[in-house]
């Protein structure tokens, strides 16, 4: 379709409509034509040219709505208080919209988010208030998104690989105590300070492959002793140390392969009795 407009009232009369799809069309603006379709649960918009979504009105009372489709628009800002109505969305997916700012509050009121698709924006910062108080939220995807700070909450997974950050230190992750999955490939780092991981005791997979790190200094992964699978692979290290690895407690599988390491130390390996695979 080639649907550049849709009047307020297009849609009204509609009260049992539950499943719409307008994928591949020209919209440019998304406001409340959709407002009296209480029932709409699953909304598909991608590919639509969506330019800007009207924060006041474009989801009012779409109090069932449950899983949102915006993938592959040009929506640059993402408005305060444009979910504010929509408290059982769980779903949602704005990857591939060239975002560059989210407000703090664009996500307030989505109380039961469980997924959001950032990856492929061009946002550089993620604010604290962003995500607060979203207690459910357990997948956020931010690879490719060109971030530099990062302020979050609790998460179970957390996708931030090809981002830019250069460090990783103890101030950039906050309130990540439930975290399970981190992904840091391909995101520029040339540094991780030690005891920058403190507090992720439910962490049991980290990915930092693909990057620049050339050491891994003493007590760089202390505090993660649930951790089961470690890749640092392909990240240019020249360096390990004896205490390079203290704290990895539970570790299976380290990946080391592709690196420029010429010397292994002694106790390299000291204290990781469970591992069972060295690539």
Same mark, same amino acid.
């Given at each position: 379709s080639n649907i550049e407009n849709i009047d307020d009232d297009a849609f009204d009369g509609l009260i049992n409509l539950e499943n719409i799809d307008f994928s591949d069309n020209k919209m440019k603006l998304f406001n409340g034509f959709l407002r009296f379709c209480y029932k709409i649960r699953k909304m598909n918009f991608e590919r639509s040219n969506i330019e800007r979504i009207e924060a006041n009105n474009a989801f009012e009372n779409l109090l069932k709505l449950q899983d949102l489709n &915006?993938?592959?628009n040009n929506i640059s800002i993402i408005f305060n208080y444009t979910f504010k109505k929509n408290l059982y969305l769980t779903i949602i997916d704005l990857s591939y919209c060239n975002v560059e700012i989210i407000e703090p509050l664009a996500f307030f009121g989505a109380s039961f988010l469980v997924e959001i698709l950032l990856n492929n924006n061009k946002k550089r910062t993620i604010y604290r208030f962003t995500f607060q108080n979203h207690e459910f939220l357990q997948h956020l995807q931010l690879s490719s998104s060109n971030i530099q700070t990062i302020e979050l909450v609790n998460l179970k997974t957390l996708e931030l690989n090809d981002n830019n950050f250069t460090i990783v230190d103890? *101030? &950039?992750f906050t309130q990540l105590n439930n975290l399970k999955l981190l992904n840091l490939r391909g995101s520029h780092l040339n540094s991780i300070q030690p005891f920058s991981f403190q507090g992720f005791n439910l962490l049991t997979a980290l990915f930092v492959n693909y990057n620049q790190l050339r050491e891994i200094k003493v007590n760089t992964f202390?505090? &993660?002793d *649930?951790?089961?699978? &470690?890749?640092l692979s392909n990240s240019e290290i020249d360096i390990l140390y004896s205490g390079s690895f203290f704290g990895l407690s539970n570790l299976e599988t380290i990946s080391l392969n592709n690196n420029r390491i010429k010397y292994l130390p002694n106790n390299l390996f000291r204290g990781l009795q469970n591992l069972n695979e060295i690539n």
């Open positions: &915006l993938k592959e103890p *101030s &950039l202390n505090g &993660l *649930s951790v089961i699978i &470690l890749d």
